[in-house]
């Protein structure tokens, strides 16, 4: 056993409890209340210093946890460490996990067959469904964290193959306008600073998507001085981008003028083989989306006469006529390369996502095999510890104002 490096862990676990004081109320409340006794949870996220506040969020309102990453990736090893050492928790978890590795492991959390379950992407939710069906009896319900796993979901939905209810806490106000846009803005940007050592200030960064994580990483693309240019294939969110001063184009075009390009969309083959072709030498390739098939790796491998790693986490493609740098093998580059979203971002989307298992437990028998929207109510409550976390207050309507919005018979 490393105690060197559960130490290390323990120290970057306590760190960000010491940042999340949303969470910290919750964790106060459940520890008295322990609305979670006699459940399992199952969990498949980012396994790193605030998911595991998170995890001890949950142990503490009277649940089992068994968890697993939700990428290759994004493990951190020593935070790994540190959550084993935590009574009623099992971690999975492993940095560099093969694809073989990393099913194994979503099997090992299924295999303590959980009623409840947290993804980042549906992995864990598609698994179920796909492999261990004979577990699904026993799930009360789930949630799930990012835009790629409520897509899967609500198409899962839509073909009539979704066996238990799914609380979409990705499409909670205060996770989408501050996790996706914020979140991802800032820590994607780190991530690519910190691997490449570049500046950012005059280069030509390509950002495809402009959802709310596509907004964010071109902000603070713009913040640091770059000239941002958006592709995009919905022509409302093209227009505003456009309006929100960005330069618009497709990837066609993009592909002759970046430097950098980062993808965003949740889609895939977003960049191949003809955006290749036409990029100029040294540009270099980083995906802020959930997997790594927005940069079509096949392509790229196959145009490379070779591939050698020039720098940790940075993989030249020799092309013959150009060399392009992949970071993170294509894989979530902030995750990959740093420490995820900042702290006080994830304590708003870690205390939802606790609230909404508490939910989960409290109503799950009224409710349906679907996709769910988090409870206005959730979301307001966690917006208001926020605000009080930060010294802010704000006006209230009177009951003569909460009646003029509401009613109709009001006019000139």
Avoid at 72 to 94: G, I, M, R, W
Avoid at 181 to 202: E, F, K, P
């Amino acid at each position: 056993m490393d105690t060197k490096l559960i130490e290390q862990g323990t120290s970057k676990i306590e760190w960000a409890k010491g940042h999340m004081p949303v969470l910290g109320e919750i964790r106060e409340r459940f520890d008295k209340e322990k609305p979670l006794r006699g459940h399992i949870i199952g969990m498949a996220l980012h396994v790193e210093a605030k998911t595991a506040a998170l995890v001890e969020t949950l142990v503490v309102g009277g649940a089992e946890v068994a968890i697993t990453g939700c990428n290759p990736l994004s493990t951190q090893d020593d935070v790994a460490l540190a959550l084993n050492q935590q009574k009623n928790v099992e971690c999975y978890a492993k940095h560099g996990c093969s694809t073989k590795e990393y099913y194994t492991a979503i099997d090992a959390v299924l295999d303590h067959n959980p009623d409840i379950t947290i993804d980042d992407g549906a992995d864990l939710i598609f698994k179920l469904h796909a492999d261990r069906c004979e577990l699904i009896p026993n799930i009360i319900g789930a949630c799930e964290e990012t835009t790629t796993g409520v897509r899967r979901l609500r198409a899962m939905q839509a073909d009539g193959m979704l066996k238990f209810p799914v609380i979409a806490v990705n499409d909670a106000r205060t996770k989408f306008l501050f996790d996706n846009r914020y979140g991802t803005g800032q820590s994607t940007l780190d991530g690519i600073v910190r691997t490449t050592n570049l500046l950012i200030a005059g280069k030509n960064v390509v950002i495809a998507g402009y959802g709310w994580c596509g907004r964010g990483v071109a902000m603070r693309a713009r913040g640091h001085g770059a000239n941002a240019i958006i592709t995009e294939v919905d022509p409302i969110r093209a227009l505003e981008a456009r309006m929100d001063g960005y330069r618009v184009m497709t990837m066609r075009e993009a592909a002759k003028l970046g430097d950098l390009f980062i993808t965003t969309t949740g889609n895939k083959d977003v960049i191949t083989k003809e955006h290749f072709r036409s990029m100029k030498n040294g540009v270099i390739l980083a995906n802020a989306g959930h997997f790594n098939v927005e940069i079509n790796l096949d392509h790229l491998r196959k145009m490379a006469k070779n591939i050698r790693e020039v720098r940790a986490n940075i993989d030249e493609y020799d092309l013959g006529d150009k060399k392009l740098h992949l970071l993170a093998k294509g894989r979530l580059v902030n995750l990959a390369t740093g420490n995820g979203h900042p702290i006080e971002v994830m304590d708003m989307s870690f205390s939802l996502q606790a609230l909404c298992v508490r939910y989960i437990a409290e109503h799950a028998s009224g409710m349906k095999n679907q996709v769910y929207d988090v409870p206005r109510e959730i979301d307001e409550y966690v917006a208001n510890l926020k605000l009080k976390s930060m010294q802010i207050e704000i006006d209230q309507m009177s009951a003569e104002q909460r009646e003029y919005v509401s009613g109709w018979m009001h006019g000139t």
